[in-house]
């Protein structure tokens, strides 16, 4: 067993010692997609839903990935259970078009890569709210996707950083888009709002959960934009992700929001890691 455990192609071992061909695709172009999720008990979370997700991206990028279902479970499973004790574990995994000499159009007879690893993980505590800055959304239109084509968001969570911030709420003009790696949603009255899943915003798991949890609860939901201004009046700003679960925002940009509606919140927070515990229980 390793700490970190790497895999590419088949070959395993620790994460470190792990190489991958200079002719990879995905070092040249990001010409792939990536998920990830966090694993507890050795369960991968929700990992249905990340390959549903997976595979959509494969398709609208024409990458002809035809591994089953089944063999990329097993895979993913493999390299978990090389890794050491952990309450919990991060597992990424990515797929690009192959390896080829760099050229721009798609190159004939490769085959896809497969590259994954696993390391051990803290997820943050809801308990401790996150801090904000805005920026505007420089991303290409095809924000659906999940690609390895990061580099506004690297940016942007770099200036979150900078700014002792958690993360970057993003913007297109007035409409607010998503986070730098990150869903954000609002309670507003009641009422939990997020952006529709179009092309500038990924459709996130936990988004997805989310949504889910407060029908449950009989917490109206509406996919819709909202604007900047609506969200600094937000009743609750929420902001979601696979790694980090179901954080409440208490400033952006310096100014406090949110903070008036803790019950619904707290309701949310708490449905949302009953789910996660329940679903990596040991069968």
């Not at 574990?89 to 080829?100: D, E, K, P, T």
């Not at 721009?104 to 308990?127: G, R």
């Not at 869903?183 to 889910?212: C, F, M, W, Y």
Request: aromatic fraction near 6%.
């Amino acid at each position: 067993m390793w700490k970190n455990v790497g895999y590419y192609n088949g070959t395993m071992g620790p994460l470190e010692e792990m190489t991958v061909p200079m002719g990879d695709r995905a070092l040249y172009f990001g010409d792939g997609i990536y998920e990830a999720t966090c694993v507890a008990n050795r369960i991968p979370f929700a990992l249905d839903d990340h390959l549903d997700r997976m595979y959509n991206s494969l398709r609208l990028l024409e990458i002809p990935f035809t591994m089953e279902r089944d063999q990329v479970k097993a895979e993913l499973q493999k390299v978990i259970d090389a890794a050491e004790d952990s309450p919990i574990h991060f597992l990424y995994w990515q797929i690009s078009r192959g390896v080829a000499m760099r050229n721009h159009p798609f190159p004939a007879n490769t085959e896809p890569t497969l590259l994954i690893y696993v390391k051990p993980h803290t997820m943050k505590s809801m308990d401790k709210p996150y801090k904000l800055i805005s920026m505007e959304d420089i991303r290409f239109k095809l924000c659906n996707i999940k690609t390895l084509n990061l580099i506004p968001s690297v940016l942007a969570n770099q200036r979150a950083v900078e700014h002792g911030c958690d993360e970057a709420v993003l913007h297109r003009g007035s409409r607010v888009t998503e986070c730098a790696h990150s869903n954000i949603s609002i309670l507003k009255d009641g009422v939990l709002q997020t952006a529709p899943t179009d092309e500038l915003i990924l459709p996130g798991i936990t988004r997805k959960h989310l949504l889910a949890l407060a029908k449950e609860h009989g917490i109206s939901v509406l996919e819709k934009p909202f604007s900047m201004v609506e969200l600094m009046n937000a009743d609750e700003v929420i902001v979601t992700s696979s790694s980090a679960l179901c954080m409440k925002a208490e400033s952006i940009d310096g100014i406090p929001v949110g903070g008036k509606d803790p019950q619904r919140l707290k309701l949310l927070q708490d449905a949302y890691l009953e789910k996660f515990q329940r679903e990596t229980q040991p069968k």
